[in-house]
C-alpha cells in the first residue's frame, strides 16, 4: 500500500535511478540466485548428458535418447562398482557411527582426565590431508603384507568418517538441556531408562545426521579409496579410470540418481522434522 | 518400584546438611522440618543455596555433610527416580518429543501405574488445560507449559513436590494468576510443596512458612507476617520490603516495654521484638508505618523531631518521602493518599511518629546494608 | 565406580581402532620415510638405515610443487571464503522460512559424485563447452587461449569443491548471531560496513576459522582438480606422492613427502589458530 503511494507522488523518477533502487534492494538476491547458479552448473551438465546419446565417450552432445536411463547398467563395470560403493558405504556408515556416537556421548556427557587429549585425537583426522591418511594405511598394510582391497578400504573410510560422527552427534548433545534428563529421573526413569526413553530420541536426529554424512563422505571418496582399494573398482574409481578414455552415460545416470535420491531424503527427513514439531 | 510409598511419608527433616564444591560451601550446617502438608517457600538472593538445597531434597546432589529424612526413611544418598518427590523445574523441562498427554504420563508409565488414561486426563481436568493432550510442548504459551509442568508432577502424587522458581518465566500479571492458582492446587491436592524463589512477593502470597536463606544458611523461619513484622536480623529486615534502621542505645525497662534513646530522643517498644544482646541497638521501622506532621500538631506513641522533608514522589495510593533527620540519616516514610490532607512539600520542618508496637530491635553491630543491595529482581541462578 | 569408568569404556573401542588404524599408521610412516633401497633386491624392497636426508632430498626435488600446492590452497581458501561469506549471510539473515530450503541447496551439488562434477569443468571449460567459445566471440580471451590445463582451472576447480567445508561453518557461527545485536550497532552510530567490520565479523570468526581449515587442509593435500584440470605445469604435492606410490614404487620418498607434508599443514595450522585465539575448536 504505502509503497503505491510513494511511487504515485513521485511519478518523475528516471528507469536508471528505479532500477539502481530495485538493484540495491534485491543485490542479496541477485547474489544468491549467481551462488547457486555456480553451485548447480556441473550438476546440471551432469544430469543434462546422462540424456546425451553419445556412444562412448560422453563429450559432445550428439542427441537426446532415455536410454541410458533405460539400461543404467549398460556400460561395462559401472554397476559393479556401484554396489561396491554402496557395500563399503553401508558398512563405514554403521561402524563409524556406532564408535562415533559412543565417542561423542563420553566427551559430551562426561567429564574425566584425559578429556582434552580425547579432544585432540577426534581433530587430528580432520586435520591430516586424505592423502597422508591413505598413504599411510597403505604403508602399514603393506608392511603387515595385507594386500589392499575390499575391508582395508572399509577400514580407511572408517578412520576419517569418526571424526565427522563425532563433530556432529557432539554439537547436538551440547545443544540438550541436562534439565531434561534430570526431570526423567525426578519421574521415575532410572538411568537406562532415562537414556532410552529421553537421551536416546533427542539425539536422535543429530545420529541420523551423522550417519548420513559418513554414507556419503565414504561414497564419495576417491583419494583414500585409490591408496587402499587394490583391485577393487569403487565408483569415484571407476569414473576417475574412465575419465582418460571417455566417460559412460551410465555413469552421469547414476550420480544424478544418487543426487536425486540422496536430495529426497534430505528434504524427507526435514519434513517429519517439521511434522514432529508441529 | 524400589520406594514403599506409604512409609515414605511425612515431613521432611533436613539434620545438619552441609553442600561443599571445592572450597565454597554452597550450603552451610543447615538443619529444617518441613512438616507435611505445609506450603513451605525457600526465600533468598542468587547464591543463597536455596536451589542446592532443593537439588539435594530431589536427589540430584548429594549432600556433603548431614541427612536427609522424608517421615522415618532416609533418603540422603537414593537415587531421584527412588524419591517419592517431584519436581517442576525453572523453564519447566518439558520433553520436546513428547506429546503434552506422553508428557504427563511419563512418570506413571515408569512406575507401571495401570489406569494412566484416566490419571492423566484427570489433572489434564484439573489445570484446566484437557484440550492440550495431543500438542508438543513448543506449541504452548508460557502459561501453559506451567500449568502442564505442575501436572506432569502432581500426577504421580508424590509425597513432597518442589517448585524451583517456578514462575519465574512468566510475565507479572500471570505470574500473579498463577500464584493464586498454585496455592489453590495445593489445597485441592493437600502436597507438601516446597517453593524456591528469590521474590519476597511471591513467596509471602503463597507460603505458609518461608525460610529466608543467606549464604548458605537459614537466617529466620516463620509465617510471612512474623517475618515481616518482627524480623531478627538486618538481611531480613531489608530483604523483606524495606525498613529504617536508626542507631541507639538501650537505657531501660518499664513493664513489657523496653526504652532506647535514639540520638537523643526517647522511644519505647514491645519487649518481644528486640532482638538485641546488650545496650546497643538499631531500631527498625517499616515505612507506612510513619506518620508525618508539621511541627505545631500534636501527636502520640513514639516521636522523633527535628525533620526535614527532602524529597517528595506521588505514586498513587500513596505518597513517599525522603525525610533529613538532625544526625544526618534520610528516613524513608510511605504516607496512604487516603485522609484529604494536602502532601507536606519538600523543605517542610516535620516531626515523625508512629505506635510503639510496631517497632523492632536488631543488635547493635549489625551489617544494616546487609539485604538491601541485592534486587530481588535479579534472576541469575546461583 | 561405576560413574568414572564409563566414559572410558565409551571411548575405548573408537580409540583402539583410532590408536591401530591412524596413530600406528603414522608412526610407520615415520619409520618408512627414512628407509633406503635394500641393494640387490627387487624394486620396492627397502630397509631401514635412518636416512634422515631422504627429507632433504625430496624437498629439494619438489620445492616447486610444495609452494604451487600451499600457493593454490591459499587462494582456493580466500575465494571460498571471498564467495561463501555473502552466501551463508544471506542465508542465515535474509532467506526467512526458506532457510532450510537453502542450507540444503548448499549441500545438494555434492551429492553427484566428486570425479563426476570435475570431469564435468573441464569439459565446460574445455574447447567443446560453451564458456571458451563464447569468450573468444566477446573478445575477453584470445583464439589461442585455453581455460583447461591452466592454473586457472585448477584453482577454480578446488575452490567449488571444497565450498561447502566454508560455507556450513560460516553459516553455523552467522546464524548463532543475536540480530538484535547488528541493530544496536546501528542505533550506536556504526554505519554498515562498520558494524560488518566490528560486531558481525568477529562474531563469526570461529566460522571464519573453521571453514578455513577445513577448505586449506584438504585442499593443500588434493591432486584430484590438478590431475583432471590441470597440466604437468600445474603438478601439486599430491600428485607427485601419488606417483611415488603407484608409478616409480619409491616408498621412502613418497613417506617423508607425506610426512613433510602433514608437518608443514599443522604447524601452519597450530600458528592460525593461535593468532585467531579460537582455540576451542580442538
Known sequence: ?????????????????????????????????????????????????????????????????????????????????????????????????????????????????????????????????????????????????????????????????????????????????????????????????????????????????????????????????????GTVITFPKFVYTAAARGIPAQANVIASGMFFLALAIVLAGQIVNRRKAR | ????????????????????????????????????????????????????????????????????????????????????????????????????????????????????????????????????????????????????????????????????????????????????????????????????????????????????????????????????????????????????????????????????????????????????????????????KFRISLLDTPVSGNVLTGGRIEDVSYIGVSTQYQVEMPWGQELMVFEQNDDGVAPFNKGDAVNISWAPVFTFALRGDEDITAGSEVTPEDLDEE | MQKIRTPYLLLLPGFAFLFTFFILPIVNLAQTSTQTPISGGDTGQYEQTLRFQNYIDAFIENREQFGRSFVYALIATLLALAISYPLAYAIAFKSGKYKNLFLVLVIAPFFTSFILRTVAWKQILGEEGFVVPTLRTIGIISDSTTLTSTSFAVVMGMTYNFLPFMTLPLYASIDRIDPRTLEASGDLYANGFTTFRKVTLPLSMPGVVAGTLLTFIPAAGDYVNAAILGSPNTKMIGNVIESRYFRIVDYPTAAALSFTLMAAILILVTLYIRKAGTEELV
Not at chain 1, 17 to 29: P, Q, S
Not at chain 1, 39 to 61: E, H, Q
Not at chain 1, 158 to 178: E, G, N, Y
Request: with cysteine; glycine share 6%; net charge neutral.
Open chain 2, 1 to 288: 518400584m524400589s520406594f514403599d510409598a506409604s512409609s515414605a511419608r511425612g515431613d521432611l527433616i533436613l539434620t545438619r546438611i552441609t553442600k561443599e564444591y571445592g572450597d565454597f560451601k554452597a550450603v552451610d550446617d543447615l538443619s529444617l522440618t518441613i512438616p507435611k502438608g505445609s506450603f513451605f517457600a525457600l526465600l533468598g538472593p542468587s547464591g543463597c543455596g536455596k536451589t542446592t538445597t532443593l537439588r539435594m531434597i530431589a536427589g540430584l546432589e548429594e549432600p556433603t555433610i548431614g541427612s536427609i529424612h522424608l517421615g522415618e526413611t532416609d533418603i540422603t544418598t537414593t537415587k531421584p527416580y527412588q524419591r517419592p518427590i517431584n519436581t517442576v523445574f525453572q523453564n519447566y523441562a518439558l520433553f520436546p518429543h513428547l506429546t503434552i498427554f506422553e508428557n504427563i504420563a511419563f512418570g506413571l508409565r515408569r512406575r507401571g501405574i495401570k489406569d494412566v488414561d484416566a490419571e492423566v486426563n484427570k489433572v489434564l481436568n484439573l489445570v484446566e488445560l484437557p484440550h492440550l493432550a495431543g500438542r508438543k510442548p513448543t506449541q504452548l504459551s508460557g502459561g501453559q507449559q506451567q500449568r502442564i509442568a505442575l501436572a506432569r508432577a502432581i500426577v504421580n502424587r508424590p509425597a513432597l513436590l518442589l517448585l524451583d522458581e517456578p514462575l519465574g518465566a512468566l510475565d507479572l500479571k500471570l505470574r500473579r494468576q498463577m500464584q493464586i492458582e498454585l496455592k489453590w492446587i495445593q489445597k485441592e491436592v493437600g502436597l507438601t510443596f516446597v517453593h524456591v524463589t528469590h521474590d519476597q512477593e511471591e513467596a509471602m502470597t503463597m507460603a505458609d512458612t518461608i525460610a529466608v536463606m543467606n549464604e548458605g544458611k537459614i537466617e529466620q523461619m516463620g509465617s510471612p507476617a512474623d517475618l515481616y513484622d518482627n524480623p531478627e536480623t538486618a538481611f531480613v529486615a531489608n530483604f523483606l520490603g524495606q525498613s529504617n534502621l536508626i542507631k541507639g542505645t538501650i537505657t531501660g525497662n518499664d513493664g513489657d516495654s523496653i526504652i532506647a534513646d535514639l540520638y537523643g530522643q526517647k522511644i519505647s517498644l514491645p519487649k518481644n521484638r528486640s532482638h538485641a544482646v546488650d545496650n546497643s541497638m538499631y531500631a527498625g521501622i517499616r515505612p507506612e
Open chain 1, 1 to 229: 500500500m504505502s509503497k503505491k503511494i510513494a511511487e504515485a507522488a513521485a511519478p518523475t523518477i528516471s528507469p536508471v535511478i528505479r532500477f539502481r533502487r530495485w538493484f540495491g534492494r534485491n543485490l542479496i538476491r541477485v547474489y544468491m540466485f549467481l551462488a547457486f547458479t555456480y553451485l548447480f552448473i556441473p550438476v546440471a551438465y551432469t544430469f543434462a548428458f546422462s540424456f546425451n546419446d553419445s556412444g562412448k565417450s560422453n563429450l559432445v552432445w550428439k542427441g537426446f535418447t532415455l536410454s541410458n536411463w533405460q539400461n543404467p547398467c549398460g556400460a561395462p563395470e559401472v554397476c559393479n562398482a556401484l554396489v561396491n560403493s554402496i557395500n563399503i558405504g553401508l558398512i563405514v556408515t554403521v561402524f563409524s557411527t556406532i564408535l562415533g556416537t559412543m565417542i561423542a556421548f563420553a566427551i559430551g556427557r562426561h567429564k574425566f582426565r584425559g578429556r582434552s587429549t580425547s579432544n585432540l585425537l577426534i581433530f587430528l583426522p580432520m586435520a591430516t590431508p586424505e592423502i597422508v591418511l591413505g598413504a599411510s594405511l597403505l604403508s602399514l598394510f603393506l608392511t603387515f603384507h595385507i594386500n589392499p582391497g575390499f575391508w582395508p578400504t572399509v577400514i580407511a573410510h572408517v578412520v576419517f568418517c569418526i571424526s565427522f560422527v563425532v563433530v556432529t552427534v557432539k554439537a547436538r548433545i551440547a545443544s540438550l538441556d541436562p534439565r531434561l534428563e534430570q526431570a526423567a529421573m525426578d519421574l521415575y526413569a532410572n538411568e537406562f531408562q532415562t537414556f532410552r526413553r529421553v537421551t536416546l530420541p533427542l539425539v536422535a536426529p543429530g545420529i541420523a545426521g551423522a550417519a548420513l554424512l559418513a554414507f556419503s563422505l565414504s561414497f564419495d571418496d576417491f583419494i583414500i579409496t585409490n591408496f587402499n582399494s
